[in-house]
């Protein structure tokens, strides 16, 4: 099976702190995804990656960076955390070479919370 | 924004009887995938269709496409407890061979009632 794991269940960050968080994909995928889910807000893409070193801005990048550095791994930065970036964070990734017909694998999720 | 709106927003039925929540969608998709997602977890992918496709199944799962009224329907047949759930409908918008994005809609909230 493919397993996307993000390194936090849960996290409790205090406002102004450097945030990371760690999205490691076992099965060789290119693409790889950052979403927050939100009440009533659904799912919003904050940035994606289409492979190593390359990434490209979703529609909520503001107060985010990323950094693939590895093709397993993709991590979202928040320069300095602030209390609207409270939310669920979700990892995905996805095969490109298998073509645009081909679902996400989705990791389990970081609940962040900034104090 | 989102591409995708979900119809109704919550569903509550009993173990057994039929689930149907729709989608719909403002621009022109590759394909339109449906997720399920338990309470607090991640999305788990649960059936594609492609933009040349009408209708598609699996398992218990019944899934249409008509992209003239730039709607899909998600129908779960003979539901069960664990069918309880929210479900996302989600689109690609571009045809890049890079990679695309998926949009999801809001969601739909289906309690299924032993």
């Known amino acids: 099976d493919v397993k996307v794991t993000q390194s936090s269940r849960y996290l409790v960050k205090r406002t102004g702190e450097k945030v990371f968080l760690e999205c490691v994909q076992d099965?060789?995928?290119?693409?790889m995804f950052w979403y927050r889910q939100d009440p009533g807000l659904g799912l919003r893409l904050i940035y994606f990656?289409?492979?190593?070193?390359?990434?490209e801005k979703g529609d909520i990048p503001e107060g985010y960076s990323v950094s693939r550095e590895k093709k397993e791994r993709f991590s979202l930065i928040l320069e300095s955390a602030s209390t609207n970036q409270t939310s669920m964070y979700l990892c995905?990734?996805?095969?490109?070479?298998?073509?645009?017909?081909?679902?996400?694998?989705f990791g389990s999720g970081t609940r962040l919370t900034v104090v | 924004s989102q591409q995708g709106e979900e119809d109704p927003q919550a569903l509550s039925i009993q173990e057994g009887e039929n689930a149907t929540m729709n989608c719909s969608y403002k621009t022109s998709i590759n394909n339109l995938q449906w997720y399920r997602q338990n309470s607090g977890r991640g999305l788990v992918h649960l059936i594609l269709?492609?933009?040349?496709?009408r209708e598609k199944h699996s398992g218990r799962l019944r899934v249409t496409l008509d992209t003239s009224k730039k709607s899909s329907s998600l129908l779960i047949t003979a539901s069960r407890a664990a069918d309880t759930a929210s479900y996302f409908c989600a689109t690609t918008d571009g045809f890049k061979a890079a990679g695309n994005k998926l949009t999801f809609g809001g969601g739909t909230r289906v309690l299924v009632k032993p």
């Open positions: 269709i492609r933009s040349n496709e």
């Open positions: 099965m060789d995928h290119e693409n």
């Open positions: 995905a990734s996805r095969y490109r070479r298998q073509g645009l017909n081909y679902g996400y694998t």
């Open positions: 990656s289409y492979d190593v070193k390359m990434k």
